[in-house]
């Protein structure tokens, strides 16, 4: 890895796909096969960005991969990644220690439409890593808690022992002005909490439909249950928005890996108005 | 005190929109009931003689293994019902039940419902539509389990 190191600290707003080098503060793992990485710009430059969009990170000679930030929007100098390990090149990044560097390019894309839900109640609904690229609007609902109506999020995993940021998680459900549930596909031991699917938890909410906005991530194939029942709950598709994942490589709408049909999910995405690619979701191997 | 009864039944979802004549009759099968922390409302193995409206708290469906230990199916709220071993013969349950948080609920007794289904065709046909219902939406439920979407597979 010390290679990389030796590489020009590259920094150019202008030119999106030139990466910058970020030194790994911390790596911490976060469940069985996810990690969570800090960085930092070397030269405290500060990284701004929208909740919702994704970087490319990677490692010089081995690849990089699209990723969601989800770190706090307002502490711009820390860029924060949580990632699944499922192939070589997040096994590579999940091996990285502080003190490297990683290459990063973004943010790419549009977010979550967190200033279009002002004055509105918010219901979020994510699953398994999904939680990763809901956490900076969380953070922004919590800081700006006053702008919105009633808020709520639900949030389906495996286990307990897959709980993403799971000691945030829990401090979060304390808080009285913002309703967080969690559920698990199956509970043993000494849990006590929600079992069942995340959309059993839609069902409970008491949503005011036309005065509330959904926001969605995680699988795919999940996502399009849970827009079944926010829609059997009365709320109308162009005021549900999910995040699509596809194989962006570029960033920026040139290469195509990510398109689908006439949108490419890089710039047009990853946060989408279920409204607009609705017609798209059914379509296989699109 | 069957007025309080019947308020209560008439406020649960699962009879929304029956009429009132069947909210009447249904009133004559139930009776109020409460669950402490760690009791069981049923469990595996014993007569469905009994059918949950639940109305506060929270219920696990439960079942129990040799070297498992006790593995939570899924949870019940208020609004949802538990029990509906009650229309299928032989009539047994098959889980374990159990209130994890105290619990309020109606119990309708499943002879007189029955009995009811078959004396009255239209009572019948409402009451297992509602139990198609939330049987559809357990069976989905459980088909998205099986589909562990929040598995590594991406």
């Not at chain 1, 990644?81 to 894309?109: C, E, K, S, W």
């Amino acid at each position: 890895m010390a290679h990389i190191a030796e590489l020009p600290n590259v920094l150019n707003d202008s030119d999106p796909m030139i990466p910058r080098l970020m030194r790994v503060v911390k790596n911490r793992p976060e469940t069985s096969n996810t990690f969570t990485l800090t960085l930092e710009d070397p030269d405290r430059i500060p990284f701004k960005f929208e909740p919702g969009q994704f970087n490319m990170v990677g490692i010089a000679g081995v690849g990089e991969v699209p990723v969601s930030v989800c770190g706090d929007p307002d502490s711009p100098m820390l860029v924060v990644h949580t990632i699944r390990a499922v192939g070589a090149i997040t096994d590579a990044l999940r091996r990285v220690v502080p003190g490297q560097f990683v290459m990063v390019r973004g943010p790419y894309g549009h977010g979550w439409p967190l200033r279009e839900a002002e004055g509105h109640d918010v219901v979020i609904v994510c699953g398994g890593i999904g939680l990763a690229p809901m956490r900076p609007a969380v953070y922004r609902l919590l800081q700006a808690r006053d702008r919105y109506g009633k808020c709520a999020m639900l949030y389906g995993t495996r286990t307990e022992k897959d709980i993403l940021f799971k000691r945030e998680f829990m401090r979060w459900r304390t808080r009285k002005d913002f309703r967080f549930e969690l559920t698990l596909d199956r509970g043993r031991g000494v849990w006590r909490g929600n079992v069942g699917v995340v959309t059993d938890l839609i069902s409970r909410l008491d949503v005011d439909a036309p005065n509330t906005i959904a926001m969605v991530c995680g699988y795919e194939m999940m996502m399009r249950f849970i827009v079944s029942s926010l829609i059997a709950q009365k709320l109308d598709p162009s005021r549900i928005f999910i995040s699509m994942e596809r194989n962006m490589k570029c960033g920026v709408g040139l290469c195509g890996h990510c398109q689908l049909r006439g949108t490419f999910v890089c710039r047009s995405g990853p946060v989408y108005r279920y409204s607009d690619i609705a017609s798209l979701l059914p379509v296989r191997e699109l | 005190m069957k007025h309080d009864l019947s308020a209560k039944l008439a406020g649960h979802p699962f009879v929304q929109g029956l009429s009132e004549d069947h909210i009447k009759f249904l009133t004559g099968c139930i009776a109020n009931v409460k669950f402490m922390p760690g009791e069981y409302v049923f469990r595996e193995g014993e007569p469905a003689d009994l059918l949950f409206l639940l109305r506060s708290g929270q219920v696990a469906v439960q079942v129990y293994g040799p070297g498992r230990g006790v593995t939570t199916l899924s949870t019940m709220g208020a609004g949802e019902i538990v029990g509906w071993s009650w229309a299928v013969p032989p009539y047994i349950s098959h889980f374990d039940v159990v209130a994890q948080q105290m619990t309020l609920a109606l119990s309708v007794d499943a002879k007189c419902l029955r009995a009811k289904c078959e004396t009255d065709p239209e009572f019948g046909y409402q009451m297992l539509a509602r139990m198609v219902k939330v049987i559809e939406r357990r069976l989905t439920a459980t088909r998205i389990q099986l589909l562990d979407m929040y598995g590594s597979h991406r």
